[in-house]
């Protein structure tokens, strides 16, 4: 049972540049959000869905676009990389409903030069 | 709004002291708290979770209490190994299932 699956592990991207973190999950849930993660400031949520075709924005959405079209699959596409992009991502998944718990992949180490 | 405050680190300890790491929460119903655990160099992972008001949660020597009226949920482990070093997180569920968390609290024991 793979849980989330993250990709990739680290990137490192100029400033500028764009890109697509993967993150699938297989356990047929239907909530399934990013967040970053930086020193001092917890995780704080950018995006999210709460089904296939449908996202809305978290705390920190500026810079970042989702797409859910299918159950497994929340990519999480930066547009055109900055400096203050550099963090760590996690995408989670979980049931929706009720005090369910949310499943993290190991992370994205991103660094924006 | 919805938001989560845990006592700052870095804690230091040796090993089978008394850990306890303070979370206070505001919110607007009655949300579902956890604890989450990161170690080194690896995702979050549930530890332990309430519910309802006055519910414990437990988990691996760990326990922390829902406390409506202090709107706390502290963690607390009697006697710590090395083996829990990592970083601690508390989180909320508030009912729009937007969980918050707090800033983390990095824990090391020392043999």
């Known amino acids: 049972n793979a849980g989330v699956t993250q990709t990739p592990k680290f990137q490192v991207l100029k400033t500028g540049q764009s890109m697509t973190l993967q993150c699938a999950q297989d356990?047929?849930?239907?909530?399934m959000s990013w967040y970053r993660q930086d020193p001092g400031m917890g995780l704080r949520l950018i995006h999210y869905?709460?089904?296939?075709?449908?996202?809305d924005q978290g705390e920190v959405p500026n810079g970042y676009n989702v797409s859910r079209s299918t159950t497994e699959d929340f990519p999480l596409r930066l547009l055109s990389a900055a400096p203050s992009q550099t963090s760590v991502y996690f995408c989670?998944?979980?049931?929706?409903?009720?005090?369910?718990?949310?499943?993290f992949g190991q992370g994205t180490r991103l660094t924006v030069v | 709004g919805n938001s989560v405050t845990q006592m700052e680190g870095p804690v230091t300890l040796s090993e089978e002291a008394f850990l306890t790491i303070n979370c206070t929460y505001t919110?607007?119903?009655?949300?579902?708290l956890f604890w989450y655990v990161q170690y080194p160099g690896e995702g979050l992972q549930l530890l332990l979770k309430a519910t309802k008001a006055d519910d414990k949660g437990s988990n691996k020597g760990f326990e922390a209490t829902y406390r409506k009226e202090t709107t706390s949920f502290h963690l607390e482990k009697g006697s710590v190994q090395v083996s829990d070093s990592a970083v601690y997180f508390c989180a909320l569920l508030p009912n729009d299932y937007k969980l918050s968390f707090g800033a983390g609290t990095t824990v090391t024991v020392r043999a």
């Open positions: 989670a998944s979980s049931r929706q409903g009720g005090s369910t718990e949310a499943f």
């Open positions: 869905s709460v089904g296939a075709g449908i996202t």
């Open positions: 919110a607007t119903g009655y949300p579902s």
């Open positions: 356990m047929n849930h239907e909530y």
